[in-house]
């Protein structure tokens, strides 16, 4: 297991987050909904930025990018930045991402080898959404960071000529299967593990598949953990992922051990369902977050002191107390957690420009907004 190296870092260590930054469009029953701005790597920099990891990134976008972001893109003139359209369907939500279709309308270019820098990084992370990331550009990342997160919709996204519909591949057929041995980690959602056999690639790196509402699990060689969710009221699954991977990360980098890693990734994730595009995340609530987590290592559950790798897998006293704390964050009067009160099936126009949101009320909505408490 590659994971190791990560352990004996500290929260000084750089990453290298690799993926296009993109522009979503949410679609409900044919009307459009929200504009934000998209992108693994740009629900990833949101938290890893709020929790102070440092870390270089390549995206690349088109001239006609539309926002604002801390790291500046690579801006090709000859190609539109991408462009996701996500249609929900009211009439079959099923709380998740099983009501969407998603659709690829235009893909930047895609980022190769010769982008990346040349200098080592403690760890990468490849997260493409528009099958940006080639098998050499992961072939380079393996070779240029001690430890590489992979989030799997980079690898086995395919999308139709005609209409540009994301569908899934299998990971045997999608050119990236050989270098497996060489990751240290790969995200799936539940949807996506279908297309892959875990008994098997658990063998080769450590698996982390996440159950939306329910959660993750990890598996690693000999063992798996499930590890617990935090309540959210959804009103919006993209991204979710992305920022699990984001609180993941910065957890191990932090120094926790896995499973207190992945209770931060659930975290994250039911922070960003809470809300429409990037979460906007409260600095009284991340200060709180970074305490917990410093509290966590005091009580002598640091990762990077132990040599013993396997046993960073499993979890150690005070995990369940870990969960509480974050819940207890969510609901602390003092954080702003911006949870909005409606949700895609009956919401205002949301449109991001630059880093703000603004919300356009739509007359024919007024009154209307559906609050999405006791959703499951
Ligand atoms: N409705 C929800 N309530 C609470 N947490 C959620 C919810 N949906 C997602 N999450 C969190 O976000 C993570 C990723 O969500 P998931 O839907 O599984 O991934 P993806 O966005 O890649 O499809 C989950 O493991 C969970 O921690
Ligand atoms: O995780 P998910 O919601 O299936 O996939 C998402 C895409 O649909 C979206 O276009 C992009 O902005 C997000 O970064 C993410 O990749």
């Known amino acids: 297991m590659v994971?190791?190296?990560?352990?004996?870092?500290?929260?000084?260590?750089?990453?290298?987050?690799?993926?296009?930054?993109?522009?979503?469009?949410?679609?409900?029953?044919?009307?459009?909904?929200?504009e934000t701005l998209g992108g693994a790597a740009s629900f990833i920099s949101v938290v890893l930025d709020g929790l102070s990891i440092p870390?270089?990134?390549?995206?690349?976008?088109?001239?006609?990018?539309?926002?604002?972001?801390?790291?500046i893109p690579i801006v090709i003139p000859t190609c539109k930045t991408t462009l996701f359209h996500a249609y929900f369907d009211s009439a079959i939500d099923t709380g998740g991402h099983q009501d969407r279709v998603l659709k690829r309308v235009f893909a930047c270019d895609p980022i190769r080898p010769s982008d990346l820098p040349e200098t080592g990084f403690d760890f990468g992370m490849a997260v493409g959404v528009g099958g940006e990331i080639l098998p050499e550009t992961l072939e380079q990342m393996v070779g240029i960071c001690n430890v590489v997160f992979v989030d799997v919709q980079a690898l086995i996204?395919?999308?139709d000529v005609v209409d540009g519909t994301v569908k899934l591949v299998g990971l045997k057929e999608s050119g990236f299967f050989h270098l497996l041995p060489r990751i240290g980690v790969l995200k799936a959602s539940a949807d996506e593990a279908l297309f892959f056999d875990v008994e098997e690639v658990r063998k080769w790196c450590c698996v982390v598949?996440?159950?939306?509402?329910?959660?993750?699990?990890?598996?690693?060689?000999?063992?798996?953990?499930?590890?617990?969710?935090?309540?959210?009221?959804?009103?919006?699954?993209?991204?979710?992922?992305?920022?699990?991977?984001?609180?993941?990360?910065?957890?191990?980098?932090?120094?926790?051990?896995?499973?207190?890693?992945?209770?931060?990734?659930n975290f994250f994730g039911s922070l960003t369902v809470?809300?429409?595009?990037?979460?906007?995340?409260?600095?009284?609530?991340?200060?709180?977050?970074?305490?917990?987590?410093?509290?966590?290592?005091?009580?002598?559950i640091v990762c990077n002191e132990r040599r013993d790798d396997e046993l960073n897998f499993w979890k150690h006293p005070g995990h369940e107390q870990f969960h509480t704390s974050l819940s207890a964050a969510k609901?602390?009067?003092?954080?702003?957690?911006?949870?909005c009160e409606w949700n895609l099936?009956?919401?205002?126009?949301?449109?991001?420009?630059?880093?703000k949101t603004n919300l356009l009320i739509?007359?024919?909505?007024?009154?209307?907004?559906?609050?999405?408490?006791g959703k499951p």
């Not at 260590?13 to 909904?33: A, E, F, K, P, T």
């Not at 870390?55 to 790291?71: C, E, Q, R």
């Open 157 to 159: 996204r395919v999308f």
């Open 55 to 71: 870390y270089n990134l390549i995206a690349k976008v088109g001239s006609d990018f539309a926002y604002a972001t801390n790291h």
């Open 362 to 373: 739509n007359s024919a909505h007024e009154g209307s907004f559906q609050s999405v408490h």
């Open 209 to 265: 598949v996440t159950h939306g509402k329910d959660g993750c699990k990890v598996y690693w060689k000999d063992g798996e953990i499930e590890i617990a969710p935090f309540a959210a009221n959804q009103v919006d699954p993209t991204g979710a992922g992305d920022s699990f991977l984001g609180g993941l990360v910065s957890g191990l980098v932090h120094g926790l051990a896995v499973p207190d890693a992945a209770l931060l990734g």
């Open 331 to 339: 609901i602390t009067p003092a954080c702003h957690i911006q949870e």
């Open 274 to 300: 809470g809300q429409v595009g990037l979460p906007r995340l409260d600095l009284k609530l991340l200060q709180i977050v970074k305490d917990e987590m410093q509290k966590r290592k005091m009580q002598g």
């Open 345 to 355: 099936s009956s919401s205002p126009r949301v449109i991001e420009q630059g880093n």
């Open 3 to 34: 994971l190791e190296p990560i352990f004996s870092q500290n929260s000084t260590s750089r990453g290298l987050i690799v993926g296009n930054y993109c522009h979503d469009v949410l679609m409900r029953d044919g009307m459009v909904v929200a």
